[in-house]
Each structure stands twice: as structure tokens, then as C-alpha cells.
């Protein structure tokens, strides 16, 4: 079993759509958790840090349910510029990120 | 931008050579990681480098090697190059501090191909 698993995707929205990503980690002893966006060709960058109480950024919510080992993310309101590949990350001792294979959304006018 | 600097951003190389891929760390960061992300994939962690010193490795053979230097740069030397090893190799920096917030910023990446 891999350590991140992510929804197959792509994901294909038009604007205006709501779309959600799911993420589960075998590992219940990591720390924290991430979303990170990562563009055709580009390094990845943070969107935003997940906590269990949730937390929201704009048109973005995450969650995170320790007991299921589970994260999520959800996009209101698809803009173009959403499109790219997300990241799901989790930390377990502070060293290394472990990644997911990634998400790909493609948003469409 | 974050301020994670990477040389070369492309490289072209031979199986069997060798290659050095080097990063500098956004000011006031003090540790550096090395991630190799193939195509289709998420990024691998290779290693991490903390005031000089190896902090964790991943699953990465021996020819796979790093250094820090004191102003916290760091370089990542790959000996007798393979096939599978054209990725993007991606450099992050971090200030760890012990919060859950604690996350690494990551570099544009040097794109390399072995041929």
C-alpha cells in the first residue's frame, strides 16, 4: 500500500464548478499535512497546511480526519487558473514530505 | 517566489557519468532536502541536509550523495548515471521549529536527462 494515495484523476470541471480531492495515509504517526499545487513543468508550491479542525482559504477547504487517515480538499467556484496538479503531503517525523502522485484538474470556459 | 535558487535547469548527460546539481536555500533557512520527481509521479525525498550533517535519507542508493556548506547551500552528486534516473530533481528549504506548520519551499527544479 502506498504511504499517500490520492482520487485518480483528471478531473475535468467547467468555471464555476465545485470539485473535491481526497487523499488517505497508511501511516498514523504523521504529524502534519498539506496540500501543495504544482503547474505543467513548475515546481510544487504550498496552498495551504490542513488541520483537524479544518481550515479554509478563499474558495479553498480543507480537512483532516485523523481517525479515517483521511484529507480532502475542496475548490468552490473553478477559475481557470485552478488548473494544475495537486499534491496531497504529509510530514511524519519532521525530515521528509511524502507526497502523493497527485491530482490533476483541468477547468474549462 | 520563494526564493529557492537551482543550477542548472536543464542537463543533459550519458549512462555512466556523473552529475552535480546545486541549491541555495531561501535566506534564513538552514536546511535543505532533495526530492527527485519523475514523470506522472509525485516527488521522491532523497535527503535532507541540517547544519551540514545528513538528517534522514529515503529510499536512494548509495550513488546518490549531498553536501551542505555553512552558508546552507547544498549540492547533490548522482555517480554512474542510469536511465531512470532522468527526473526533475527539486531542492526545499526550511527552518524547522517543531510546529505542525513547519513545511518545506521548494525550488524550480533542474530537469535532467540521461541519455
Known amino acids: 500500500r502506498k504511504e499517500v494515495e490520492q482520487d485518480p484523476g483528471p478531473f475535468n470541471v467547467p468555471e464555476g464548478a465545485t470539485v473535491a480531492f481526497n487523499c488517505t495515509y497508511s501511516?498514523?504517526?504523521?504529524?502534519?499535512f498539506f496540500w501543495y499545487r504544482q503547474d505543467c513543468r513548475k515546481e510544487p508550491k504550498l496552498l495551504m497546511s490542513v488541520y483537524s479542525s479544518g481550515n479554509e482559504d478563499g474558495r479553498f477547504t480543507a480537512q483532516l480526519n485523523r481517525a479515517s487517515q483521511y484529507i480532502s480538499l475542496l475548490i468552490r467556484d473553478s477559475k481557470l487558473s485552478d488548473s494544475a496538479t495537486y499534491l496531497c503531503?504529509?510530514?511524519?517525523?519532521?525530515?521528509?514530505?511524502?507526497f502523493g502522485k497527485g491530482t490533476t484538474l483541468s477547468v474549462s470556459s | 517566489e520563494t526564493g529557492v535558487t537551482q543550477s542548472p535547469t536543464h542537463l543533459i548527460k550519458t549512462r555512466g557519468q556523473q552529475v552535480t546539481l546545486r541549491c541555495s536555500s531561501q535566506s534564513g533557512h538552514n536546511t535543505v532536502s532533495w526530492y527527485q520527481q519523475a514523470l506522472g509521479q509525485g516527488p521522491q525525498f532523497i535527503f535532507q541536509?541540517?547544519?551540514?550533517?545528513?538528517?534522514g535519507r529515503g529510499n536512494f542508493p548509495p550513488r546518490f550523495s549531498g553536501l551542505q556548506f555553512p552558508n546552507y547551500s547544498s549540492e547533490l552528486n548522482v555517480n554512474a548515471l542510469e536511465l531512470d534516473d532522468s527526473a526533475l530533481y527539486l531542492c526545499?528549504?526550511?527552518?524547522?521549529?517543531?510546529?505542525?506548520?513547519?513545511?518545506?519551499?521548494f525550488g524550480p527544479g533542474t530537469r535532467l536527462t540521461v541519455l
Open positions: 501511516n498514523s504517526a504523521s504529524q502534519s
Open positions: 503531503v504529509v510530514n511524519q517525523a519532521g525530515t521528509a514530505l511524502i
Open positions: 541536509y541540517y547544519r551540514e550533517e545528513e538528517n
Open positions: 526545499a528549504s526550511s527552518f524547522p521549529t517543531g510546529a505542525l506548520t513547519d513545511t518545506q519551499y
